[in-house]
T-cell receptor
Framework: KNQVEQSPQSLIILEGKNCTLQ??????????LRWYKQDTGRGPVSLTI?????NTKSNGRYTATLDADTKQSSLHITASQLSDSASYIC?????????FGKGTTLSVSS | DTAVSQTPKYLVTQMGNDKSIKCEQN?????MYWYKQDSKKFLKIMFS???????INETVPNRFSPKSPDKAHLNLHINSLELGDSAVYFC????????????FGSGTRLTVV
């Protein structure tokens, strides 16, 4: 069982709609929780990083939440755009190691 | 200016060959990494290296070896390539005591035929 689980595996939404991606993690010790966006053929780009004491962080239309009690995080995308089509990867940092989820593939259609 | 650059972007080679992928970062970071992304898009760390320490993921075959001529470069050498080595390889760098941390290269797609 992967230590960072994401859902759904893939998602298709219409342009302008909102969506929420989920991440459950079990890795210890906890350093921080990151969300990355990976466009096709490109490397991952950081969207947000949250430490244990932060429970919400925004980056433009992206808002990440963190519930350290339930070990869950979510990434909410508001007013989606075609350029949001990408893989969104939840990553937990435990010590110096990054533990990657398998990602959610988001397709935004017009 | 590209922060973390990898070459080549695409590499197609035959089984049994030896190949290298180069990585350079101009961010002044103290640590560099190699990650492998398989066909299921799952990223897994292979190595992390700073000027003090090389940390190797124990699942990585010893046909893979990182070589760092200086702090700004971490090249990946692969000997006796196998079909299962086909994947996208990402280089990354970070400054250990600073956020936001990791910056990734754009990847090298290796295809072994």
């Amino acid at each position: 069982k992967n230590q960072v689980e994401q859902s759904p595996q893939s998602l298709i939404i219409l342009e302008g709609k909102n969506c929420t991606l989920q991440c459950n993690y079990t890795v210890s010790p906890f350093s921080n929780l990151r969300w990355y966006k990976q466009d096709t053929g490109r490397g991952p780009v950081s969207l947000t990083i949250m430490t244990f004491s932060e429970n919400t962080k925004s980056n433009g239309r992206y808002t990440a939440t963190l519930d350290a009690d339930t070990k869950q995080s979510s990434l909410h995308i508001t007013a989606s755009q075609l350029s949001d089509s990408a893989s969104y990867i939840c990553v937990q940092q435990a010590g110096t190691a990054l533990i990657f989820g398998k990602g959610t593939t988001l397709s935004v259609s017009s | 200016d590209t922060a973390v650059s990898q070459t080549p972007k695409y590499l197609v080679t035959q089984m049994g060959n030896d190949k290298s992928i180069k990585c350079e970062q101009n961010l002044g970071h103290d640590t560099m990494y190699w990650y492998k992304q398989d066909s299921k898009k799952f990223l897994k760390i292979m190595f992390s290296y700073n000027n003090k320490e090389l940390i190797i993921n124990e699942t990585v075959p010893n046909r893979f070896s990182p070589k760092s001529p200086d702090k700004a470069h971490l090249n990946l050498h692969i000997n006796s390539l196998e079909l299962g080595d086909s994947a996208v390889y990402f280089c990354a760098s970070s400054q250990q005591d600073r956020r936001p941390g990791y910056t990734f290269g754009s990847g090298t797609r290796l295809t072994v035929v």
